[in-house]
């Protein structure tokens, strides 16, 4: 009985044994799919993919390709080197917003609109403090329509977004998301910085620059900026200029081609001299001349011994304790206002009034 019951044993283990080699050749003569496969119903999109299409297919003929040609200098071969970003169409007489850095420092400029046409085009205006800049085209074919404006004033974190751009030259691409952050600072130059800048973690790369930020209805609601990355690449951190400014900054630079700049006529030091030196406000090192600052006494460093000239401390007794400070206090007040300011000169506190007036001429 022994025996038999280790021959049943043996015979069933050579049976497994045998099926297991043979199972890949018995899978491929049985089960390979030698013709095409049935193609499974798909059922209807969602809501939301259904509102991301739309959105898509309504904003992108009007979301644009902008190159810049940068200016030849010298040393280099003519014509300098080529940089591109993202714009869309703003308004029936052809303008198109876009990033100031796009644009800066370009000798020609042209647009590459989404049915392929490429059209030249003139720079109207810059705003470098707000990275705001508006573009003219030249005689297209056809002029794709407006996007519709929207609000950000009244966006909350969670809300979805839609960005629209060319990602490293990748033409109409789009990529979702929400808003992470609200009222963030960006930096745009020495002591400027663009307040209530929206965040967001659509994925924003080198080349969406100047694109449009929508909401789930298709409105703009903020212009695609800078990413925060180590990389270069995006890293889920984006951040867009809010149309409530830009909204402010495009009328004026299509008016005008300037966003009057309020300052006083002086140069300041680094905020970090005011550090080492263990005071809390904005150093002057040269008053302009002819510039309001000179008419209301303000001094700076001694060009010759090199002593300290006067600390700005406060505008209209606000503190100040760094040029951003300074400059929002003054664009707060405006071009042609008369600003108090309160000043440390020789540990001796004073005060100045000092009338602002447009500084942008000179940028």
Same mark, same amino acid.
């Given at each position: ?9 043996? =015979? ?15 899978? $491929? ?9 049935? *193609? ?16 898509? $297919?309504?904003?992108?003929?009007? *979301? ?8 030849? $200098?010298? =040393? ?8 591109? =970003? ?16 796009? !644009? ?64 490293? =030259? ?70 867009? *200029? ?16 300037? !966003? ?6 002086? !140069? ?6 005011? $550090? ?88």
């Amino acid at each position: 009985m022994t025996t038999g019951f280790l021959r049943i044993a043996w =015979g069933a283990l050579l049976l497994i044994t045998a099926l297991w080699v043979a199972e890949p050749y018995l899978a $491929r003569l049985f089960f390979a799919a030698t013709e095409p496969r049935p *193609v499974v119903a798909r059922g209807d999109l969602a809501p939301s993919e259904i509102n991301a299409v739309e959105i898509f $297919r309504n904003a992108a003929p009007s *979301v644009v390709h902008v190159f810049g040609r940068a200016a030849a $200098r010298p =040393g280099l071969a003519p014509g300098g080197g080529m940089q591109s =970003g993202t714009g869309f169409v703003w308004d029936g007489a052809g303008h198109v917003v876009t990033n100031n850095h796009v !644009v800066a420092g370009a000798d020609r400029v042209s647009v590459r609109l989404a049915d392929g046409e490429i059209v030249s085009a003139t720079i109207v205006g810059r705003a470098p403090d707000t990275d705001i800049a508006v573009l003219r085209l030249e005689r297209p074919s056809r002029l794709p329509p407006p996007l519709p404006i929207g609000s950000s004033d009244d966006l909350v974190v969670g809300q979805a977004t839609f960005a629209i751009g060319n990602p490293f =030259g990748l033409d109409q691409t789009l990529t979702t998301g929400i808003v992470s952050a609200l009222q963030r600072t960006l930096p745009t130059g020495r002591g400027r910085e663009i307040a209530d800048v929206i965040q967001t973690d659509a994925a924003i790369n080198p080349g969406n620059s100047g694109g449009p930020l929508l909401d789930s209805a298709g409105r703009v609601i903020g212009v695609n900026t800078a990413i925060f990355s180590p990389s270069g690449a995006s890293a889920g951190i984006g951040f867009a *200029v809010p149309i409530a400014i830009v909204n402010a900054v495009v009328p004026q630079l299509i008016r005008d081609g300037v !966003v009057p700049t309020p300052g006083i006529g002086i !140069v300041v030091g680094d905020d970090d001299i005011a $550090r080492r030196l263990g005071l809390d406000g904005v150093v002057i090192l040269r008053v302009v001349r002819g510039s309001p600052a000179q008419d209301a006494g303000l001094m700076g460093v001694d060009s010759v011994t090199g002593a300290l000239g006067d600390v700005i401390v406060a505008v209209d007794g606000a503190p100040v304790a760094t040029f951003a400070d300074l400059t929002r206090a003054l664009e707060s007040a405006g071009v042609g206002a008369a600003v108090r300011l309160t000043i440390l000169r020789d540990d001796e506190v004073i005060e100045r009034v000092v009338e602002t007036t447009d500084v942008s001429a000179g940028r």
